[in-house]
């Protein structure tokens, strides 16, 4: 027997009226760093050193410059999602965890652009 | 209010700390462990495209002693967190839930853990 009213079990929808976006943006975005991040660990295993020189050999060349841009794109998106569920969990008041949600989007974003700005300026060989 | 000496229930002197809670609190403190790494992993990436000067600085701060013991804090939490996800994926298709797999899952998950640690830095020095 459910509690639910025949109209919210067609539309499949809570109170909220989503929540199952948040499930499946951390999956899917988590299904991506499997790959991309074993990937990165994989090159930092093996890339010869980490002088300036080395690291730019490494970040340039066209599909490392790609994979690096959707690792940081991935890890950016889903340490977002992370980040604000602990953020509902452990800051208590309404302002309080508002400012700290918005905040930690706003260091995100400005993290996976900051990447993405040197990642595609070392790519142009800028 | 008597209750006649029967135990109270669960109790501290009777409780068995389970493996599958250490996991769950160590895949939330290995997230955020790779979020604040997020921010070196940027500022490596920032800092290389700046410049030699910039880059060297940011690199000069990771070869020290407290750099390396982070690296390979942050080289645990990255294979812990990606062996438990997939084991988080894995109960999201309904299956692994029964205490003996979520235990045995969760022991694997912790060995595989310290074994690709160990296997990353052996690969690296």
Redesign the interface.
Known sequence: MSLRTPLGQVLGQGSAKDGTGHFWGQRVSGMALLVLGLWFAYSMATIPGFSHSEALAFIAPPLNAVLLLLLVASLGYHSNLGVQVVIEDYVHGHATKLVSLILSRFAHTFLAVAAAYGIIKIGLGA | MSNNGRPLSPHLSIYSWPITMTTSILH?AT??G??VG??V??A???????G?EA??AM?SYLDTTVGRVLLVGW?FA??FH?AN??R??VW?VGRGFEIRQANASAWFVMILAVVSTAG?WW??T
């Not at chain 2, 490596?44 to 700046?50: S, T």
């Open positions: 939330r997230g955020l790779l979020s997020f921010i992993l940027a490596w990436l920032l800092d290389a495209a700046v030699a880059y060297s690199v080289s990255f294979f990606l996800g997939v988080h994926f999201d990353f690969v690296r």
